[in-house]
């Protein structure tokens, strides 16, 4: 059984409150599943902090355990307030980030967010938001430097990212916020855990186009999916789906040039493209 840390974050502190109630009521993980419903994996990693809880899950606790007084929902409400820079939807995967010894990313339409500048994710930040508050860009940046970080642990994980060719010249912001960019991408490239491969751009039609991806391996737990959109991203711990996107990436891997010469191409789009 999974260690909790109730102060860890919302998600713990749910988790454990659930776990608590239903052993107080000598239910099991697939009793109180029958009751959401939902299976008794979705109850354990909920308990876990792994997984955010619905709305229909919060309720179906205050169904199952009224001693409670209806605080699930109640606390449901409330901690929806305290993402912080982070949106409710995009939990799962920033612990699945924080977790994962391997992260394999495809990305056909922008430079992913662990590997971007500031300049160019302020740049996406407004462009994406509908307020211009600058004390809000200034904490949506803080939370995607603070994903960053995993990266410059003493352990972090293995990084694969695949881009397409076409993000390299694709402007975002000034021809510096660009230069800067693949620099930064470049010098990232050439640590021993991350490397980055470009799908050139005369490949044509790829298994990729219809959008990026992200794959999270977590010691001890099956795989993770992440899918973006542009309504909202997606964590995804179906089998069938993460095996799938797992066959698309490698077939992508496949097309892309090798990571030298895939670094050689990012100083070339640099040098030629975004020198001002």
């Known amino acids: 059984m999974r260690d909790l840390d109730p102060g860890a974050s ?12 239903r052993e107080a009521a000598a239910m099991t993980l697939a009793d109180l599943g029958v009751l959401v419903p939902c299976d008794a994996s979705t109850v354990s990693r909920i308990e876990a902090g792994l997984l955010s809880p619905t709305e229909r899950f919060a309720v179906a606790c205050d169904e199952a355990f009224p001693n409670m007084n209806g605080w ?14 982070y949106p409710r939807w995009f939990l799962d995967w920033v612990k699945a980030e924080r977790e994962a010894l391997t ?13 971007q500048t500031t300049d160019y994710m302020r740049e996406l930040f407004r462009a994406w938001q ?30 694969w ?8 010249h694709r402007m975002i912001g000034t021809p510096k916020t660009m230069h800067d960019q693949l620099e930064h991408l470049a010098d990232m490239s050439a640590r021993p855990a991350v490397t980055v491969q470009v799908v050139p751009a005369c490949i044509g039609a790829h298994a990729g186009l219809l959008g990026a991806f992200a794959l999270a391996s977590v010691d001890g737990s099956p795989d993770i999916l992440y899918v973006d ?7 995804v711990i179906e089998t069938a789906l993460v095996r799938k996107a797992a ?17 050689e191409l990012i100083g070339k789009v640099t040098n030629e493209r975004w020198t001002s």
């Open 103 to 115: 992260i394999r990313t495809w990305e056909p339409m922008l430079i992913p967010g662990l590997l």
């Open 229 to 235: 959109t542009a309504v909202q991203g997606q964590t």
């Open 161 to 168: 990212v695949v881009l397409d060719e076409t993000v390299l």
């Open 130 to 159: 509908r307020t211009e508050a600058d004390d809000e860009l200034e904490e949506l940046i803080s939370g995607r430097r603070e994903r960053q970080g995993i990266l410059d642990k003493a352990n972090p994980p293995e990084l």
């Open 10 to 21: 919302p998600l713990h502190f749910f988790g454990a409150e659930v776990r608590r109630a």
């Open 72 to 85: 699930f929902t109640r606390y449901y409400h409330e901690a929806r307030k305290w993402d912080g820079p």
């Open 247 to 263: 066959s698309v990436f490698d077939r992508l891997r496949a097309e892309a040039l090798p990571r030298g010469a895939s670094r």
